[in-house]
């Protein structure tokens, strides 16, 4: 019955999963005739909102009753009699595993994927690499409606797949169900299941103990933590022991007669496989090469046509290798156990390799072995391409690009994937530097890309707003460069909607460490392990509709979270490099901790917090570190007290309020009004380079000079309107309201910290980049003189922004 209800479960969870995909994509299923027909571009947000909610709630409903059915049969196991395990796990495999969890994975990957396997893992890797090369001005692959629509659809039973298969790993702890589970979705052999040989065997209950007393046969569990205790071969017989093994012919024609006899085929098959020797000739003459594995494998490196089944093989592959310990998952998923075989080849037969054993029309479980297994093994077991094939992958899903919007590709980073590598590589030096090399060359790409970006940006932007513009430089060379430039800045250090802090606000700075240097030395979350929470929350989200209607909004959404990406493939980069030099020690026996650079660790368990205590953070490069925090410092900026020359700039009139604090940069005191207690000197608003400086009249001079009482970095500056004028004031003075953030703790004369700003709240061991924010009220004449001020405050601004982003621009450029 738990099989039954699991397989009814798989189907509703199935259909919604449909469902919320063809919404998202603007496509739904007539309910009569199986019409297609594509949803009107006029449709009211509201109404799809409202779809969206009722799919969503109903899938959250039936994961949570698959949820409750796992659990039921976690318990089941937990009961701890040996042989009634045994015969769960075979129905399991033989009713619900291979039937609704491999064949519609297997199925889908060879239907909507070429023929050649191997050239199609690469030709999709090689078009990421393509993107990721020429820049997001890639065109998106073109695809019939009908073909879009059909892949869409059979999607779903193989995303229903990939999370039914992590939820079993996440919920049930049957350390024999795990191993077999394991062993037919990633050993790099699976055996020739045709079904020939079975075993049939009377229920194996009654064991011999110790002592000679009989008893029954029941699971050894750990006394801590109640899970059965790992051992290196499983204690279960699977009939093995009392039964006898016959082809399928002679059990049927056998059975009748008999009663409360058991068969057991894939159990016995698959624990042959993984209990096998690499020098077993009969062993490996049953097997084949794995296509399950083989398809999860084209999973994590779809292209970005397949971005959903990518990031839901993530989840599938963490929540494996998490179930083992890293030496034993890595051992068998990379197939250390099988490169020794490939010396028993002769040696006109070497150049056979996985490709000669693998074939398209490779159905899976009844499939025959057509071809000798032992070629799989040639090339494959002495070169370690099990072992690149898996890191390979695992690289594109940590590193990959999507196409979200108008054609502008966007740079996603995967968490999970980078915690998958680091787990299953941390025992093995060979596979920590393949991924170190590998995720170095996708950073560098990585930067090339995210300099193209904001071309793209200016592209779209330029089809939709840009006719509306007054603006002549919107025209000229110079124009373009300002506004690329500016769409660098945003991406970096504006705060996109729907995100709490911006890419620079999102690095952290460990406190209290230890040996820390009075270097920029900040982190960012470079892996994370998943839970079965990060299951639900991924089937359930609606991707469709977290971008902004607005435009501008949107692609700044995008260009901010590929700036991130690159940010945090950087530090992932540099984490791996310092891992490979040094054998992997910081990575021994660790979870979540977060590593300086000088390689001291800290832990970040902590007791609030679920993203820290299950996260690894590691410090962003000191490169990126200092074009991120320090490139627009310079050491000539202008003092307080020195003369310049105001002839022949802009120079505009403006009151300011003077601080007792700030009473001494000032000279001419006949240049200043007391009222109400309050000191009001007169200014002059000038604009010297990059910097904004306010100066008084030269005393005693002719009035062509000024003297500078304070001055600022014009990237450091925003300028606001006053709303309204104070109530009750007559008065027709104005005022703009400028804001100066800073690393720093003191602030520019005249500007006074702001006393009502939120501090951030610490982050774990962390304290987030916090900037200082100071203000200072700028009064003029009247609305007019306070408009010019401000449309001329406005373009310095956004020119010395842009000027920021153009040579930030040319390091990512540069660092190729």
Not at 674 to 677: A, N, P, Q, R, Y
């Given at each position: 019955p738990?099989?039954t209800k699991l397989?009814q479960?798989w189907?509703v969870?199935e259909?919604k999963?449909?469902?919320?995909?063809?919404l998202?994509?603007g496509k739904?299923?007539?309910a009569?005739?199986?019409?297609?027909v594509?949803s009107?571009?006029?449709m009211?947000?509201a109404k799809?909102?409202?779809?969206?909610?009722?799919?969503?709630?109903?899938?959250?409903?039936?994961i949570?009753?698959l949820?409750d059915?796992?659990l039921?049969?976690e318990?089941?196991?937990?009961v701890?009699?040996?042989s009634?395990?045994?015969q769960?796990?075979e129905?399991m495999?033989?009713?619900f595993?291979y039937?609704?969890l491999?064949?519609?994975?297997?199925?889908y990957?060879?239907?909507?994927?070429?023929?050649?396997?191997?050239q199609s893992?690469?030709?999709?890797?090689?078009?990421?690499?393509?993107?990721l090369?020429?820049?997001?001005s890639?065109?998106?692959?073109e695809?019939?409606?009908d073909?879009?629509l059909g892949?869409?659809?059979?999607?779903?039973?193989?995303?229903?797949?990939?999370?039914?298969?992590?939820?079993?790993?996440?919920?049930?702890?049957?350390?024999?169900?795990m191993r077999?589970?394991?062993t037919?979705l990633?050993?790099p052999?699976?055996?020739?299941?045709s079904g020939?040989?079975?075993i049939r065997?009377?229920?194996?209950?009654?064991?011999?103990?110790?002592?000679?007393k009989?008893g029954?046969?029941?699971?050894?569990?750990d006394?801590e933590s109640?899970?059965?205790?790992?051992m290196?071969q499983?204690?279960?017989?699977f009939?093995?022991?009392?039964?006898?093994k016959?082809?399928k012919?002679?059990?049927?024609?056998a059975?009748?007669?008999i009663?409360?006899?058991?068969v057991?085929?894939?159990?016995?098959?698959?624990?042959?496989?993984?209990e096998g020797?690499a020098?077993?000739?009969?062993?490996?003459?049953k097997?084949?090469?794995n296509p399950y594995?083989?398809?999860i494998?084209?999973?994590l490196s779809?292209g970005?046509?397949?971005?959903?089944l990518?990031?839901?093989?993530v989840?599938l592959f963490?929540?494996v290798v998490?179930?083992?310990e890293?030496?034993?998952?890595?051992?068998?998923?990379f197939?250390?156990s099988?490169k020794?075989f490939?010396?028993?080849i002769?040696?006109?037969?070497r150049?056979?390799?996985s490709?000669?054993?693998?074939f398209?029309?490779n159905?899976?479980?009844?499939?025959r072995?057509?071809?000798n297994?032992?070629?799989?093994l040639?090339?494959?077991?002495?070169?370690?391409?099990?072992?690149?094939?898996?890191v390979s992958?695992l690289?594109?899903?940590v590193?990959n690009v999507?196409a979200?919007y108008?054609g502008l590709?966007?740079?996603?980073?995967?968490?999970?994937?980078?915690h998958?590598?680091?787990?299953i590589?941390?025992v093995n030096n060979k596979?920590m530097d393949?991924a170190?090399k590998?995720i170095?060359?996708?950073?560098?790409?990585?930067?090339?890309?995210?300099?193209e970006?904001?071309?793209?940006?200016d592209?779209?932007l330029?089809?939709?707003?840009?006719?509306s513009?007054?603006d002549?430089?919107?025209t000229?060379?110079d124009?373009?460069?300002?506004?690329?430039?500016?769409?660098v800045?945003?991406?970096f250090?504006?705060v996109?909607?729907?995100k709490?802090?911006?890419?620079v606000?999102e690095?952290?700075?460990?406190?209290?460490?230890?040996g820390?240097?009075d270097?920029d030395e900040y982190a960012v979350s470079?892996?994370?392990?998943?839970?079965?929470?990060?299951?639900?929350?991924?089937?359930?989200?609606f991707?469709g509709?977290?971008?902004?209607?607005?435009?501008?909004?949107a692609?700044?959404?995008?260009?901010a979270?590929?700036?991130?990406?690159?940010?945090?493939?950087?530090?992932?980069?540099?984490?791996l490099k310092?891992l490979?030099?040094?054998?992997?020690a910081a990575l021994?026996?660790?979870?979540?901790f977060?590593?300086?650079?000088n390689?001291l660790?800290t832990?970040?368990?902590?007791?609030?917090g679920?993203?820290?205590?299950r996260?690894?953070?590691a410090p962003?490069?000191?490169?990126?570190?200092?074009?991120?925090?320090?490139l627009?410092?310079?050491?000539?900026?202008?003092r307080p007290?020195?003369v310049?020359?105001?002839v022949?700039?802009?120079?505009?009139?403006?009151v300011?309020?003077v601080?007792?604090?700030?009473?001494?940069?000032?000279?001419?005191d006949?240049?200043?009004v007391?009222?109400?207690?309050v000191?009001?000197?007169s200014?002059?608003?000038?604009?010297?380079?990059?910097?904004?400086i306010?100066?008084?009249?030269?005393?005693?001079?002719?009035?062509?000079?000024g003297?500078?009482?304070?001055?600022?970095?014009?990237?450091?500056l925003?300028?606001e309107?006053?709303?309204?004028?104070?109530?009750g004031?007559?008065?027709?003075a104005?005022?703009?309201?400028?804001?100066?953030?800073?690393?720093?703790?003191?602030?520019?004369?005249l500007?006074?910290?702001?006393e009502?700003?939120?501090?951030?709240?610490p982050?774990?061991?962390?304290?987030r980049?916090y900037y200082?924010?100071?203000?200072?009220?700028?009064w003029?004449?009247?609305?007019?003189?306070?408009?010019?001020?401000f449309r001329?405050?406005?373009a310095?601004l956004?020119?010395?922004?842009?000027?920021?982003?153009?040579?930030l621009?040319?390091?990512l450029?540069e660092d190729?």
């Open positions: 738990i099989f397989a479960l189907g969870i259909e999963i449909r469902d919320i995909d063809l998202r994509e739904t299923d007539a009569f005739g199986g019409i297609r594509k009107s571009k006029s009211e947000k799809t909102e409202t779809k969206r909610k009722r799919y969503t709630d109903t899938l959250r409903d039936s949570a009753d949820q059915e796992l039921l049969l318990d089941v196991f937990r701890g009699l040996t009634l395990n045994e769960i796990i129905m495999l033989a009713t595993v039937p609704l491999l064949q519609p994975l297997l199925l990957m060879q239907r909507f994927t070429s023929p050649e396997t191997e893992r690469r030709k999709s890797n090689q078009f990421m690499l393509d993107i090369v020429q820049g997001a890639t065109p998106k692959p695809m019939d409606e073909e879009e892949r869409i659809q059979e999607a779903a039973p193989a995303k229903t797949a990939l999370f039914t298969l992590s939820a079993v790993f996440q919920l049930l702890s049957n350390q024999p169900l077999l589970l394991l037919a990633f050993h052999m699976a055996p020739d299941s020939e040989t079975m065997a009377k229920p194996d209950v009654a064991c011999l103990l110790p002592g000679g009989l029954v046969r029941t699971d050894i569990f006394s109640s899970a059965p205790i790992m290196e499983s204690p279960y017989s009939g093995n022991v009392t039964g006898e016959r082809v012919s002679e059990i049927i024609a059975m009748d007669g009663d409360g006899s058991c057991y085929v894939l159990s016995p098959a698959l624990t042959e496989v993984l020797q020098g077993d000739v009969s062993l490996m003459a097997t084949r090469a594995r083989r398809a494998m084209k999973c779809a970005p046509g397949m971005s959903s990518r990031q839901l093989s989840l963490d929540s998490m179930k083992f890293p030496k034993f998952v890595s051992d068998l998923i197939g250390a099988l020794t490939g010396d028993e002769p040696m006109d037969e150049n056979l390799d490709r000669e054993a693998f398209a029309n159905r899976g479980m009844g499939a072995n057509h071809r297994s032992r070629h799989s040639g090339r494959s077991g002495r070169d370690g391409n099990f072992m690149n094939e898996v992958s690289c594109c899903g590193i999507a979200n108008n590709w966007e740079v996603v980073y995967d968490g999970v994937a980078a998958s590598l680091l787990w590589s941390k596979a393949l170190s590998s170095e060359q996708r950073r560098r790409m990585t930067s090339s890309f995210l300099a970006i904001p071309l793209v940006m592209t779209i330029d089809m939709t707003e840009r006719q513009h007054d002549a430089d919107d000229s060379n124009g373009n460069d300002t506004r690329i430039g500016l769409h800045d945003k991406i250090y504006d996109a909607q729907g709490q802090y911006s890419t606000g690095l952290l700075k460990l406190k209290d460490t230890v820390k240097t270097t470079v892996a994370v392990q998943t839970k079965f929470d990060d299951l639900q929350q991924r089937m359930c989200e991707g509709l977290s971008l902004s209607d607005e435009i501008k909004i692609i700044h959404q995008i260009g979270d590929s700036a991130m990406a690159y940010v945090k493939i950087d530090a992932f980069s540099t984490f310092e490979a030099a040094t054998n992997s021994q026996g660790q979870q979540a977060t590593i300086t650079r390689g660790i832990s970040t368990k902590l007791a609030s679920l993203d820290v205590n996260s690894i953070f962003v490069s000191p490169k990126v570190c200092t074009n991120l925090l320090r627009d410092e310079y050491h000539d900026a202008p007290g020195t310049v020359g105001l022949g700039r802009t120079a505009i009139p403006c300011c309020e601080p007792d604090s700030s009473a001494p940069l000032f000279t001419d006949a240049a200043s007391i009222s109400d207690g000191t009001w000197q200014l002059y608003l000038v604009f010297l380079g990059r910097f904004m306010l100066a008084e009249p030269e005393r005693g001079g002719s009035g062509g000079n003297r500078i009482v304070t001055a600022c970095q014009l990237t450091k925003s300028v309107r006053d709303p309204l004028p104070p109530a004031n007559a008065s027709p104005r005022r703009l309201l400028a804001v100066h953030t800073s690393l720093e703790d003191t602030p520019p004369g500007f006074q910290n702001e009502t700003q939120k501090k951030v709240a982050f774990g061991p962390f304290n980049l200082k924010m100071s203000t200072l009220d700028l003029f004449e009247d609305l007019n003189a306070a408009e010019h001020a001329i405050m406005h310095k956004n020119r010395a922004r842009s000027k920021r982003g153009l040579r621009r040319d390091k450029q190729l």
